[in-house]
C-alpha cells in the first residue's frame, strides 16, 4: 500500500487535518527538492490547518522527473519525519499542501495556465544559487548562460527560471491581471533584488513594455529560509513504511529547527504565514547575511576539510577534534563581520549551529554540500574576508576555508581517489591543476584571477594572497595532491 489521499495512517501520525480539494492553488513552487518538502510547504500545511484558504502549491521541477512522479504517485501527500526531544521520538507528519508536481521537461501547459491563473499570487522558488543566470555584480542576465540564451531565443518555450516567471508575467499582463509576488528561497544574499534584476532585464530585451508593467506592479520579497535537510536514505524511507504501514517514496527527514525570515513585500496577497511562525520583516539583509555567513560559511568549511578528511557525514566531520575547532573559529570570526541584530545574541546562534551540525540523526552528506562551491563562496566566505580586512579583522579563518575549497577542487584525495567537483565551473576550476604544478603560490595567484569569482578587494590585497598561499601550503602538506 502507498500512502496517498485516501490513506488513514495510524493514530501516533499527525493526519492531514484540513479537507484539501476544499482549497485551491495559490502558489506555484519551482524546485520540490527535499528543502521546499521540509520548509515552504510545511509552513504552508501549517497556514491551511489553521486558517484554510486556497493557498495550496503546484509543483515544478524543471529538470528531473524523477520527484514528480514519486509526488504525484501519492497524490501530492507525503511524510516530514523529525526526530525530537530527548528520546529522539521519531514524529511523523502528513503534509497535504502539494497538489501535483509537473516536470517541466515533459510538457510545460498546465505549468502556464497555472502561472496565467487569476487565482495564483505567489510563485516561490528553490532552484540553487547556479540556476538564475543572473550577473549578481550588474544584475544583468548572463548571456552565456544556457537557459537564458535559450529562453532570449524563444521567450515562449522557456526552460529556465528567469524565462519562466516572464512568461508567466507577460501571460497575466495580456489577461489584465495583477502579477504574482516573486519570492526567491534560496541561500543568496539580497536573492529577491537579484531574481527582480534579473527578470527585469530579460523583460527588457524581449519586450520593454512589460518590463515597465512588472517594475510597476510586481513584487520581489527577500527571504532567509533555513533547516537543514539531506535528501532522504533508504533507511530513513524504511523505518517510515514501518510506523505508517504504508510506503512513502516522497518522505523526508529533517531537524526540528526551521526559519523563515520574509520581506513583507507582497503585491496579490499572502498567507498568513506569520501564524505559523514565518518572521515578516521590512530588510531581510542583516538575516541573510547572519545565516550565509555563520551557518552556510562553516557548512562549506565543514564539507570541504571534512570530504578530504574522508567523513562522509556532517556529524562525522564534527566529531574529528581538529575539524570541530576550526568551525567554532570559523563561526566567532563570522559573527564579528555582522551589525548587531535585534533579538539575536550571535555566540547563542553560534552555539546553537555546532549542535545542529553535530545532530547525530541526520545524514547530511559532505559530498551534497561541497557541490557549487563557485556559487557559494562568495557570499559564504569571500564577503565577510572582505570585511574583515576593511575592519582589521582576523581574516586567517576565510582564508584557510578558501584554501580548502581550492585543495577539494583538484578532483583528486591523497589517496589517490578522484571525484567529481559538480560545479558548473568544474572545467575551469580543475584546470588549473593539470600542469601537474602543485605550488602553493603558483595555484592560489591563478584561482584569484579567475573571472568573477574573487572580488577585486581580495585580488588586489597583498595581505590575502599571502595568507591564503600560507593556508594552502599547509594543507598540502597534510592533503598532497594524489
Ligand atoms: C548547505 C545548505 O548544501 C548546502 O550548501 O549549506 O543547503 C544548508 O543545509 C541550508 O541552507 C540550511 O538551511
Known amino acids: 500500500m502507498n500512502v496517498d489521499a485516501s490513506f488513514t495512517p495510524p493514530k501516533t501520525v499527525q493526519n492531514v487535518s484540513y479537507e484539501r480539494n476544499a482549497h485551491g492553488v495559490g502558489i506555484v513552487h519551482f524546485g520540490v527538492g527535499a528543502f521546499h518538502r521540509a520548509h515552504q510547504a510545511v509552513y504552508t500545511d501549517g497556514v491551511l490547518a489553521k486558517h484554510g484558504g486556497d493557498w495550496r502549491i503546484l509543483g515544478v521541477s524543471l529538470q528531473s522527473t524523477k520527484g514528480a512522479d514519486a509526488l504525484n504517485a501519492q497524490d501530492g501527500i507525503y511524510t516530514l519525519a523529525v526526530r525530537e526531544g530527548k528520546e529522539q521520538h521519531l514524529s511523523l507528519r502528513l503534509i497535504g499542501s502539494i497538489t501535483e508536481v509537473e516536470a517541466a521537461t515533459r510538457g510545460t501547459d498546465k505549468i502556464f495556465q497555472t502561472l496565467a491563473a487569476p487565482q495564483t499570487r505567489i510563485v516561490t522558488m528553490t532552484v540553487t544559487e547556479k540556476a538564475y543566470g543572473v550577473d549578481r555584480s550588474s544584475g544583468s542576465v548572463d548571456l552565456s548562460n544556457a537557459s537564458i540564451a535559450h529562453d532570449l531565443k524563444d521567450p515562449a518555450n522557456p526552460i529556465g527560471i528567469i524565462g519562466m516567471i516572464v512568461k508567466g508575467l507577460s501571460l497575466r499582463k495580456d489577461a489584465g491581471l495583477k502579477p504574482y ?37 510586481g513584487a520581489f520579497p527577500s527571504s532567509m529560509v533555513d533547516r537543514i535537510t539531506p535528501s532522504a536514505t533508504p533507511e530513513l524511507l524504511a523505518e517510515v513504511e514501518e510506523i505508517l504501514g504504508a510506503k512513502d517514496a516522497a518522505a523526508i527527514e529533517t531537524e526540528p529547527f ?12 499572502r498567507p498568513l504565514w506569520e501564524d505559523v511562525g514565518v518572521l515578516f520583516v521590512d530588510d531581510v539583509a542583516p538575516y541573510e547575511r547572519m545565516k550565509l555567513r555563520m551557518l552556510n560559511g562553516a557548512h562549506s568549511l565543514i564539507a570541504y576539510a571534512g570530504f578530504l578528511a574522508g567523513h562522509k557525514y556532517v556529524r562525522d566531520a564534527m566529531a574529528d577534534q581538529h575539524i570541530h575547532n576550526l568551525v567554532e573559529q570559523h563561526i566567532l570570526a563570522a559573527s564579528k563581520t555582522l551589525t548587531p541584530l535585534s533579538g539575536i545574541v550571535f555566540e547563542d546562534y553560534g552555539k546553537q549551529l555546532i549542535e545542529r551540525f553535530e545532530n547525530p540523526n541526520i545524514a547530511h552528506e559532505t559530498y ?115
Open 181 to 217: 509576488t516573486v519570492l526567491c528561497c534560496d541561500n543568496l544574499p539580497k536573492n529577491g533584488k537579484i531574481v527582480r534584476s534579473g527578470v527585469l532585464d530579460f523583460a527588457r530585451r524581449i519586450d520593454p513594455e512589460l518590463a515597465t508593467w512588472i517594475e510597476a506592479h
Open 258 to 269: 526551521s526559519q523563515w525570515v520574509v520581506e513583507d513585500n507582497f503585491c496579490n496577497g
Open 368 to 482: 551534497q554540500i561541497a557541490m557549487d562551491g563557485s556559487q557559494k563562496m562568495p557570499q559564504r566566505i569571500f564577503e565577510p574576508a572582505i570585511e574583515s580586512l576593511e575592519h582589521g579583522l582576523d581574516i586567517q579563518p576565510f582564508a584557510l576555508a578558501t584554501a580548502v575549497w581550492i585543495r577539494y577542487c583538484a578532483g583528486i584525495t591523497s589517496t589517490g581517489k578522484t571525484y567529481d567537483l559538480r560545479d558548473p565551473r568544474e572545467d575551469e576550476l580543475r584546470s588549473i591543476f593539470k600542469s601537474g604544478n602543485g605550488n602553493a603560490s603558483d595555484i592560489c595567484t591563478a584561482f584569484l584571477e579567475l573571472a568573477n569569482l574573487f572580488p577585486a578587494q581580495l585580488q588586489q590585497s597583498d595581505i590575502w594572497a599571502e595568507q591564503l598561499k600560507d593556508q594552502l601550503s599547509s594543507i598540502l602538506k597534510s592533503h598532497p595532491l594524489g
